[in-house]
């Protein structure tokens, strides 16, 4: 972070910014005395440091009790402005600084570089487990955020992700009730393979003394083997290269297992048929079309993106994921005041949602709505203090 809080507290004036989350008001005055430090009744004067409460906002107005005095004080940087649990971590009263601190898809994306779908993707199929799910939203906690890196990595090296998940689970025992990030995992083409004790183990149990050559260097092929499918075939995809056909008919997760790994391929457009493949097999979902809005988002199709985060948002009003890309697009094609009403939306049914209030405050601050966005910066803040975004939110509160 940018603004790390002080080390040396001593004589120095400290306001409280709302609820503290980690102690009652009280408690932070007793410990924060026992350094020397003073915590002022209220938000004015000659404050050296704000901090943010981790639970809630107070009910009072934000902008009022951030004074200018106090604001000029910030952006001069004479008053520092700070997180609840960077102050407890500085002073060694807290042993994990990622306590309490839940990630969103679109933030572990951010974190681990890859795309916001994959991430949707390894938690659909049970590759990467959530803290909870709100809304439909999954939130996942630092180590997961951990496990998400890993998965990345092992996608990076060859692996795909329909092989990590069957494979992994193969190992059963073996690696039950262990963190993927304990796991000491090689690639080797679509084998994965678990290095213990100096051994190399398949997913079934057998021993491998060394890697196989692997079979793209026999070949001279740069490029993996996908089969080109017709998703008005009545017989399961061919998923992998040199994988024998499956006979059966087509399912809904079979179909799209299809699109994703035509997505992973860079196949959108293909990608996109199978999804409209899929509702007009199945019906309506708002999941599906959801998918469908991303892919044409991806394939430079803004306008028909837009209309199916409308048309998820229609059939499932509580979908506050959609809402929030709904808003992102609104925002992107310029129709600031309607994305400022999606974003109002999702705030709605899920309050505790951080990206939302990131992007609300930058389209507030957009339209030079400052007063508006202070809330929503501090809000974000409170929820997602170790956000990849978190610096962007304490420079715009400094220009406030």
């Known amino acids: 972070m940018t603004h790390s809080p002080p080390l040396v507290l001593e004589n120095k004036r400290i306001g409280l910014l709302g609820k503290l989350g980690a102690m009652t008001r009280k408690e ?11 915590v002022a009744d209220k938000l004015s004067g000659e404050l050296d440091l704000v901090v943010i409460g981790a639970d809630e906002l107070p009910d009072e107005d934000i902008q009022a009790m951030l004074n200018e005095k106090l604001r000029e004080r910030i952006r001069q940087g004479s008053t520092t402005l700070i997180h609840e649990h960077d102050l407890w971590t500085a002073l060694g009263l807290v042993d994990d600084p990622s306590h309490k601190q839940l990630y969103t898809p679109a933030m572990v994306a951010s974190l681990i570089k890859s795309r916001v779908s994959a991430v949707r993707r390894w938690h659909r199929i049970g590759l990467l487990p959530s803290i909870k799910v709100a809304h439909k939203l999954p939130y996942f906690d630092f180590e997961q955020v951990q496990c998400a890196k890993q998965i990345a990595s092992w996608i990076r090296q060859g692996a795909q992700v329909t092989d990590l998940k069957k494979q992994l689970d193969d190992f059963g025992t073996r690696i039950a009730n262990r963190s993927l990030i304990d796991l000491d995992i090689r690639i080797d083409g679509r084998r994965i393979l678990l290095y213990e004790e100096g051994k190399l183990f398949g997913s079934h149990g057998q021993l491998h003394l060394n890697f196989d050559e692997p079979e793209q260097a026999q070949t001279g092929s740069q490029e993996p083997e996908i089969l080109v499918m017709n998703p008005h075939a009545t017989t399961a995809p061919l998923l992998g290269p040199k994988q024998s056909l499956e006979q059966g008919p087509w399912t809904r997760d079979s179909m799209l297992a299809a699109a994703e790994e035509l997505e992973d391929a860079g196949r959108i457009d293909e990608a996109i048929e199978w999804h409209r493949v899929i509702l007009a097999k199945y019906g309506p979902s708002a999941e599906i079309v959801f998918g ?23 059939i499932d009003e509580d979908f506050v994921e959609a809402r929030a890309s709904l808003g992102c697009v ?36 957009e339209l030079g709505r400052s007063e508006d966005a202070t809330k929503h910066w501090l809000r974000f803040l409170q929820l997602s203090p170790q956000s990849p975004w978190a610096d962007e939110a304490l420079e715009r509160l400094g220009r406030i």
């Open 292 to 314: 469908l809005g991303e892919l044409l988002l991806r394939a430079g199709q803004v306008q028909a993106a837009r209309e199916r985060f409308y048309n998820a948002i229609e």
């Open 28 to 38: 932070a005055c007793q410990w924060l005395k026992q350094y020397h430090a003073t």
């Open 330 to 365: 609104l925002a992107e094609t310029g129709q600031v005041d309607l994305a400022i009403a999606a974003f109002e939306g999702a705030l709605a049914k899920d309050d505790h949602y951080p990206d939302v209030h990131y992007h609300l405050a930058r389209s507030l601050d």
